[in-house]
């Protein structure tokens, strides 16, 4: 046998990362497993989060494309989400960068914000709710299979990482 210098190996390209992601958010068990184990995803997941934070969508309040606020305030608040998950967890068994890369993932969810244009305005928050119970029940998710413990438990700890993000950003 013949060790092996590297050269074989194929890093993940942009679309690779994309696809697992996509995956993840309908709950595909090889892609939670790859995300954790695969740090070579790191810059790819930073380049989809920052894309993903550009595209349109239809804001609640003015007739923009953008509402720079909201991107700000989410950014800020998906950071505190993510750590205050990582606080909660029971037995950090994962490191850090390994968490991130799990929930960043999640931001891949924001490709369906165009179908905001279609809808009228009276039906965007609706979609916008359903976007967020998206978001919390992959959280819920991947929190219970990371940590071990109970789907209720884990609802518990979202909401209250939820709640205290939103509170970050009230100050």
Not at 15 to 23: A, P
Not at 70 to 81: D, E, K, Q, V, Y
Not at 121 to 132: A, G
């Amino acid at each position: 046998m013949e060790a092996k210098s590297g050269e074989d190996i194929k890093v993940p390209g942009l679309m690779d990362t994309f696809l697992i992601c996509l995956k993840m958010i309908f709950l595909s068990e090889k892609s939670l497993f790859r995300l954790i184990i695969d740090s070579r995803l790191n810059y790819n997941l930073v380049t989809i989060f920052l894309l993903t934070i550009l595209v349109p969508y239809k804001p609640f309040k003015g007739d923009g494309v953008y509402d720079v606020e909201n991107i700000f305030s989410g950014l800020i608040m998906t950071f505190f989400f993510i750590v205050f998950l990582y606080i909660f967890l029971p037995k950090k068994n994962l490191p850090l960068s390994s968490f991130l890369r799990l929930f960043v993932s999640f931001e891949v969810i924001s490709i369906f914000s165009p179908i905001s244009f279609l809808l009228k305005k009276e039906y965007l928050i609706f979609f916008s709710i359903f976007l967020l119970l998206w978001y919390l029940f992959l959280s819920v998710f991947v929190f219970s299979k990371i940590s071990g413990l109970s789907r209720t438990k884990s609802v518990a700890f979202v909401i209250m990482s939820y709640i205290l993000s939103n509170f970050i950003i009230l100050f």
